[in-house]
Each structure stands twice: as C-alpha cells, then as structure tokens.
C-alpha cells in the first residue's frame, strides 16, 4: 500500500493488490493499513489546486470518462487517503462490473445505535425505520431511480412514484418497489429475508428475478448456495418490532416526531420550524398513550402541543 501511495509499485504488485483489496475482508484490512499509513512518516508534498480536484472528481465519479489527456499525479500523503480510495474504487469496478448491476453512488450515511431505533424522511418523502445497528446508505434521488443500500432491518414505507422505481441493494440482491411498505432483514449476509406489507415487490439476484411479493409474502435468499424460499406470513408480527417501545438519545425532535407520525398515523406539524432542532433524550414504553409521549417531549423542550383528527402541531411556549 505504502508503494502504491509513493508511485513505486510495480504493475504484478497493483494487480496483486488489487485482487486483494476486491475480497470480501477487504473492508477491516483497508481501514488497519489506512491507520498505518496515517500514524507513519512519509513525506509531505504540496499539490496545485486543480490535481486535489481531479483527484476528488475521480472519488466522486469514478467511471467518468476523461475528454482530455490528464498528466500523472504524482501521489502525496496529505491525500493519502484520497490515493487509497481511488485506487478501491478502480480495484472493485475493474474485477466486478462485469458481474454487477449499477449501484448507487452514496452520500449519506444513517446508523441505528444497539438498542435504538432510528426514524428517517428521505428525499421523496418515503419514510424509513432502521432498527438497532442497522445502517442506511443513500444520496439525492435526482435520477430516474430511487436507491438505497441497507445492512441490517429496516421497515420501508415508499411514496409512490410510477416513473422513478425505489431500489434497495443489500449486497447482490435487489429489491425493487414503486410505492408499497415492506421490510427488509439482512442482518446476515447470507440470508436476506423481504417481507411484504402493502403493496407489490420484486426481489433480484443479480439480473436474475427470485420473487414477485405481494402482501403477507415473503422470500428469503440464501447468497451463498444461491437458493430462495417463498412463504406466507403474518406481515404484522414479522414487522412488530418497529411498535415497540421508542427511545431516543439526543435526538432531533424532527425524528421524535416522525416516529411519533408513524406510530400513531398522523401527521406531525411544527409551528415553527426551529423547533425541530431541538434534542430528545427519552424512553416510552411499547403501549406508551400519544398523548403522554406528546406531554413529555413538549414539557422538557418548553413547548406545547394541539391535536385534532387530522394532525399534531408543535408550537413554542408561552
């Protein structure tokens, strides 16, 4: 790695190392010999403005094609790190795209903490609850398609969008939805379970369809033997974990409040939109009433609270 960065390596070496940086552990090791380059002494060269955004147009986009001929940067250990994640990019595009469908290029990084849920308002409104240690990757949905990478459980509830389909990656296999709610668990890489609430999905293995779901469906895929298994459950059990009890550790009171939207089904309205920066620190039980829940996130925060058949409105003190 240390060659790579220094622009010693020899073209068997790269090849080598890239084989190896394609590998499944890939991750762990990348992040140990990261932390070894960064605690090392290499020597520290300055570089013209327009090679550091070259570098970071490559991270960003590395399968644009380059109109011009581009002179070799000569590689630098402040952007060591730069280095590195280009070169992980190249190593995974040049050994996989021929075996891969398109995957989204992603921004935004969401994590459940152990034993916390986490409540999510994506871009196109759809509604997300990540259970514990759950991570949910996604960026704008600015294209002709909606996609997010999960690891972990999630319960998905999609704004409906005919032309633009709502993918989830959860490493090779892909479920695709236009607006329904489902769930999905993926806690173990090997067996993906997808559950359907409403609605209408289709699970993938590749390009290689596994199931067409429709409510209280359910298909779980085992990725190393390549296998599937359909059944008929009840969606509402397999998905009661998101109706247990709520708690919330320095939260954004905009989450406290989609939570509470979901759970109770209706919608959450700030008076005035500042409150919603506000934090929640705080614990309900599963049969926790609205109204208790509402009186103590108001109380804590200074805030009050009115409610009709309609809504929730959250306004400032008096």
């Not at 140990?32 to 380059?37: A, G, S």
Request: net charge neutral.
């Amino acid at each position: 790695m240390e060659r790579q960065i220094s622009g010693d390596i020899s073209p068997s070496e790269k090849f080598e190392l890239l084989h190896l940086l394609n590998k499944p552990e890939a991750a762990a090791l990348f992040n140990r010999l990261l932390d070894e380059l960064n605690a090392s002494e290499l020597p520290l060269y300055e570089q013209p403005a327009a090679n550091v955004e070259q570098i970071f147009a490559f991270i960003t986009n590395p399968r644009q094609e380059e109109k011009t001929a581009v002179k070799k940067i000569r590689p630098l250990f402040y952007y060591a790190a730069a280095s590195v994640i280009v070169l992980v990019i190249s190593g995974i595009f040049f050994f996989q795209s021929k075996n891969i469908t398109s995957r989204p290029a992603l921004s935004t990084l969401i994590k459940a903490a152990p034993q916390t849920q986490r409540y999510l308002l994506l871009p196109d409104s759809s509604r997300v609850i990540l259970n514990e240690g759950a991570t949910l990757s996604y960026r704008a949905f600015t294209g002709k398609s909606r996609e997010v990478a999960l690891s972990g459980e999630a319960f998905f509830d999609i704004t409906h969008d005919a032309h633009r389909p709502f993918i989830v990656h959860t490493g090779r296999i892909k479920t695709t939805v236009l607006g329904t709610a489902f769930n999905i668990k993926a806690g173990d890489s090997s067996h993906i379970t997808v559950t359907v609430t409403r609605g209408k999905v289709k699970v993938e293995d590749g390009n290689h369809a596994l199931a067409l779901l429709t409510p209280n469906q359910q298909v779980t895929v085992d990725t190393v033997s390549g296998t599937s298994n359909n059944a008929t459950v009840d969606a509402a059990s397999v998905t009661s974990w998101n109706q247990q009890g709520l708690k919330f550790e320095d939260s954004p009171l905009e989450e406290v409040a989609l939570a509470i939207a979901m759970r109770f089904r209706r919608p959450v309205i700030f008076a005035d939109s500042t409150l919603k920066n506000k934090h929640v620190t705080a614990e309900f039980n599963q049969d926790e009433s609205m109204e208790n829940i509402l009186n103590v996130i108001t109380k804590v925060n200074r805030m009050r609270y009115t409610t009709d058949e309609e809504k929730i409105t959250i306004s400032p003190g008096e």
